[in-house]
């Protein structure tokens, strides 16, 4: 799998430790964040594939976290975190557009198999996109070609009479040819911690 980068919002410290450990031995490159406020602005200054955020937070909540990364990084998969009595506002976060969410507490292994499914439906979408984008420019390279291919009625016979009214055709025939075309606040990029089997107990 290639490095990922993502970010991990949650305002408890043994949680956000054991997370970056966990996706930094999975080979991801891991910002870490204790608020929604400094998650937001990290999202300004970096592009992250996954971010992983607290729907509960001390200022803004996951939520809140979720619309600005809607607007500033849309390719980005957010994954949101909840306790049991939350489960309803993390089904209004999927609603809103989050990929995930993860109830608390929840396993090492859950983490795992959500983030690796969130990164093949992102690298997924990107190769569907860019497989369109190659087949509009085929398209248009196709229509360049068949209308100045054409070459005339008088392509097959020989130079025109009037010699410089084929001369025009052949330049306009052969013209499209021619013409073919790091993060604030409190956030930080280097937490250890503990790995445990479940967190948020």
């Excluded at 966990?22 to 990290?42: W, Y």
């Excluded at 604030?184 to 790995?195: A, E, I, M, T």
């Amino acid at each position: 799998m290639e490095s990922a980068k993502i970010l991990v919002v949650d305002d408890d410290p043994d949680i956000v430790a054991v997370l970056d450990e966990l996706l930094r031995k999975e080979g991801h490159q891991v910002t870490t964040c204790a608020a929604g406020a400094d998650a937001i602005a990290a999202g300004r200054d970096e592009a992250f594939d996954v971010v992983v955020v607290d729907i509960r937070l001390p200022d803004v909540d996951g939520l809140a976290v979720l619309r600005a990364y809607q607007e500033t990084s849309p390719d980005a998969a957010v994954i949101v975190t909840t306790a049991f009595g939350t489960v309803e506002t993390a089904i209004e976060a999927i609603k809103t557009g989050a990929y995930d969410y993860i109830p608390k507490p929840f396993k090492l292994d859950e983490v795992r198999i959500v983030v690796r499914r969130a990164l093949e439906r992102k690298r997924l979408l990107q190769e569907n996109r860019r497989y369109r984008q190659e087949l509009r420019g085929k398209r248009a390279d196709a229509g360049d070609l068949q209308d100045g291919g054409a070459g005339g009625p008088h392509a097959e016979h020989g130079p025109h009479p009037g010699g410089e009214r084929h001369g025009k055709r052949a330049d306009r025939a052969h013209d499209p040819l021619q013409q073919r075309p790091s993060t604030r606040g409190v956030c930080r990029g280097g937490l250890r911690g503990s790995d445990r089997d479940t967190l948020g107990e």
